[in-house]
């Protein structure tokens, strides 16, 4: 895959999290390349926190997660959207990416891929098309989210970028108690990913749209 002409790359995620999750090793890459990470994160799901917790829990995560990943904090979007409820404000999603393209102007965009079942996230990949039509888009992996999913496009990664996904997904306390949130599982999967391209690792991503 060719970065050359890639100078800025925007992550949308639902929900804080899903950005290091799907796509945390490519992150880690992208800023050791020197590329300029945007990140957009959609909801503090509020009503998923664990009880007694702040409600900008997951604000404060993302923000200690994202710099790990040489994200600065002022490169951070974040949106009120109730978690669980982004069909009911689909119009309102997609006028406010709207105006986050026209203030980044990005070169490649990730977003949920095609067949992530959770309605927020099948949202946010629908109105992602919408406004980024004219972009590259990749849409990234959270297998807890999918029946199939259609890996045709990978990202080749070493160890020293799971490793830093792995310290990113470590600042989410809040979420410590998904059964996914497992060093074991994430660095099979991205050795699984690895060894579809005769790699050490990768990420996988669905091939949506790519500009040569």
Known sequence: MDFQNIKRVLVLAPHPDDGEFSSGGSLKRFSDLGLEIHYAAFSPCIQSLPSGMPEDTLWKELNQA??????PEDQISTYNFPVRYFPQHRQEIL???????????????????????????NTIHKEGLRAFKHTRLLGYELPWNN???????????????????????????S????????????????KTRGIQINANYAEAFELIRWIL
């Open 66 to 71: 994202a710099s790990i990943l040489g994200i």
């Open 147 to 173: 029946l199939n999913f259609t890996n045709n496009c990978h990202i080749r990664l070493e160890r020293e970028h799971i490793q830093a996904k792995m310290d990113a997904l470590q600042c989410y306390q």
């Open 175 to 190: 979420q410590k108690s998904r059964n996914y949130m497992d060093e074991e599982y994430f660095f099979g999967l991205a």
């Open 95 to 121: 006028e406010e990416l709207i105006l986050l393209k026209k203030r980044v102007q990005p070169d490649l965009v990730l977003l949920p891929n095609s067949l992530d079942m959770h309605q927020d996230h």
